[in-house]
């Protein structure tokens, strides 16, 4: 194995009775990379971590940290690396620095160094606010802050880190992504969480697992370029249309939602459309077409065409969360949607849009005969009574 590489997984399965957590992963990832380890839940991913730091063993293949491998030398591996669970398995009734004092003699830091360890590791935390606390009496982003401490004590060249975020607050992430900038120059950084924007903003390379197998390894661009689409949002004015002067005017019908889905499937037979979330004077509208073209200059035309007020149109690159839906998601959430009933609840609604809206304008007289009608009745049942 080279030198550079410091994480590798060959042929690795893990494999609980019939189920296959992980299927024969195959990696390597090198000294300086920061690396994004994705997957939904259940894809595998905290079991190869688990595999990596030596806390359960592969049921077959083979895993080597640093040159160790974690079978025939476990304490090797777990000597160089700083691994963070995705909940800091810690003692409730120790305080801070008792727990961050524990932590240092277990890892054999010298007597020396280990004060200035433990001062550098809570101004990279931000723990100075907790050292007079019990670690019980902190709240869930101050304990994950002390997980992190105790993982980056004795400045491993190893970084496994579980969901290192998840219960930090927006400004404790910012600083974490920065630092994770900072120290992935000179060490190596395996990364699993569930915010694809930092992965975006941290991690130069992505390896995405589903169902225990890798599905996609590289750049967050260069997998965004692989999809093959390219994201358009066009928002229209819903109330207003305009007139052949080009002046827009308000509508008395409105814009209809289907009549623009029509003309835009119309305009690119090969588009993907949805209405995204808006108020009720916008149809913000997503389109998703082939990245071969850009078709700005069509979706224009086609809202001067028909009269449409055009508020805004742009063209996005797709993001990591779209292509991450693609590669995890894929038939599988159609098929349990199928099954829940809630997709073709969806499409029955689509298509009775039109009839519900015909039902909202009727007839205020026939109404009226209709209460006029259930009074009578409960009239005559009260009678009889």
């Known amino acids: 194995m080279s030198t550079d590489v410091m994480i590798e997984a060959r042929d690795l399965s893990k494999v609980y009775g019939s189920y296959r957590a992980i299927d024969r992963l195959n990696f390597k990832i090198k000294k300086g990379e920061v690396v994004g380890f994705l997957g939904p839940n259940g894809a595998g991913k905290s079991t190869t971590m688990r595999i990596l730091t030596c806390f359960i063993g592969p049921s077959s293949g083979t895993a080597i940290v640093g040159g160790n491998d974690v079978f025939a030398n476990p304490l090797g591996a777990r000597s160089i690396v700083g691994y963070l669970p995705q909940r800091a398995p810690l003692y409730p009734e120790m305080g801070v620095i008792e727990y961050l004092q524990f ?12 004060k200035m360890s433990i001062r550098k590791v809570i101004d990279i ?3 100075a606010d907790a050292l007079e606390k019990d670690i019980g ?3 869930h982003g101050y304990r994950q802050r002390v997980g992190l401490a105790q993982a980056l004590l004795h400045n491993p060249p190893i970084l496994i880190l579980d969901e290192p975020t998840s219960d930090l607050d927006p400004n404790e992430k910012a600083e974490f992504i920065e630092y994770l900038k900072a120290i992935g120059k000179d060490r190596t950084v395996m990364l699993s969480t569930h915010n694809l924007a930092e992965v975006e903003a941290s991690c130069p390379r992505v390896i995405i697992v589903s169902r225990g197998k890798i599905v996609a390894d590289g750049g967050p661009t260069d997998l965004a370029a ?7 949002v066009m928002i229209l004015d819903e109330q207003s249309r305009t007139s052949p002067s080009g002046s827009a005017h308000r509508s008395s019908g409105g814009l209809p939602l289907g009549e623009v889905l029509e003309g835009i499937r119309q305009t690119i037979p090969s588009a993907e459309t949805k209405e995204l979330p808006s108020d009720e004077r916008e149809h ?6 082939p990245s071969t073209k850009d078709f700005r200059r069509e979706l224009f035309s086609l809202a001067v065409d028909k009269g449409w007020v055009l508020l805004e149109l742009r063209r ?5 969360e779209e292509v991450f839906r693609d590669l995890t998601v894929g038939a599988e959430a159609g098929s349990r949607l199928d099954k829940a009933g809630i997709r073709r609840a969806a499409e029955e609604d689509d298509e009775d849009e039109d009839d ?7 007839d205020e007289d026939g109404e009226d005969e209709d209460d006029d009608d259930d009074k009578e009745e409960d009239d005559k049942s009260r009678s009889k009574s």
């Open 103 to 114: 932590a240092a003699n277990i890892r054999a830091i010298p007597q020396l160094e280990r």
């Open 125 to 127: 935390c931000g723990l």
């Open 137 to 139: 009496e902190l709240s």
């Open 226 to 232: 692989r999809s093959g689409k390219a994201r358009y």
């Open 284 to 289: 913000v509208i997503q389109i998703l077409a």
């Open 316 to 320: 996005e690159v797709i993001q990591l």
């Open 356 to 362: 519900d809206e015909d039902e909202d304008d009727q």
